[in-house]
């Protein structure tokens, strides 16, 4: 949102509640995805820097990325643990806005993305549970020569991973998809239509070798960011730190 207001030329207070928003909505993220061991969660807060009360007047007049740049503002990371009980002010780490914006919000939304794509692992599972005994059953019957076939490309005849068309269900490698889809709009091998199927529409047929556990990347994302919070430099007491209140204007 930031971003956006600087993009659009918003003034000074325009642009801090557009970033205050952006925070709000880390903070909401984050405190879905604690960590393992403690049961942590990351918090945050925008906080003035110790020359802030004698140079923010300074660049009132600009969108606060300036002030940000500058050091009046900053943006400070503490956790919150499941007895409540938090280290903010007395162990927190300062974070700039381009930290916030390149790495640490972006990494909140993927983990919050990651949730519905875990969901659809979950009913895919389940439809894969529901077929499983009827492929066995089909395998059983099928000698090695026709499992070899299966997995053969109907168009080059090469063992390459495939894809299947969503309609007709019809499968083929993607090399052959794509040089077949630039001259005709019709499958290859019943002439169902091809005009309304877009790439994201296509299945792609993996084995338990392809699959990665949605849970564990999860997993891995999280403790990543929390490594990346860890490596950001260490609020220092200041004497003459204030912090930022909502209700100044």
């Not at 009980?85 to 780490?93: F, K, N, V």
């Not at 939304?109 to 439809?127: F, H, N, P, R, V």
Request: a negative charge; one cysteine or more.
């Amino acid at each position: 949102m930031i971003l956006l207001a600087m993009a659009q030329g918003k003034s000074f207070k325009e642009s801090l509640k557009a970033l205050e928003a952006d925070i709000q909505h880390a903070n909401t993220l984050a405190s879905e995805f604690p960590r393992d061991y403690d049961g942590a969660c990351l918090q945050m807060r925008l906080s003035y820097g110790p020359a802030a009360h004698f140079f923010l007047f300074l660049v009132r007049w600009t969108d606060c990325s300036l002030a940000g740049a500058l050091g009046l503002l900053r943006i400070l990371i503490y956790k919150v643990y499941m007895d409540g009980t938090t280290t903010m002010s007395t162990y927190e780490r300062k974070a700039s806005f381009h930290e916030f914006y390149a790495y640490i919000y972006p990494s909140l939304q993927q983990l919050d993305g990651g949730i519905s794509a875990m969901e659809d692992m979950k009913q895919k599972s389940i439809c894969q549970e529901h077929y499983k005994k009827k492929v066995e059953e089909e395998h059983d019957h099928m000698s090695e020569v026709d499992l070899e076939r299966e997995n053969e490309c109907g168009i080059c005849m090469e063992s390459n991973t495939k894809i299947a068309l969503p309609d007709c269900s019809h499968a083929m490698c993607l090399k052959c998809y794509r040089e077949w889809r630039a001259r005709s709009q019709s499958c290859p091998f019943c002439r169902g239509s091809l005009k309304r199927v877009n790439s994201c529409d296509l299945w792609i047929f993996t084995d338990s070798s392809d699959v990665q556990d949605m849970v564990t990347i999860a997993r891995d994302n999280l403790n990543r960011l929390f490594m990346y919070i860890d490596k950001l430099p260490l609020l220092v007491s200041e004497s003459v730190l204030a912090v930022y209140d909502t209700h100044i204007k």
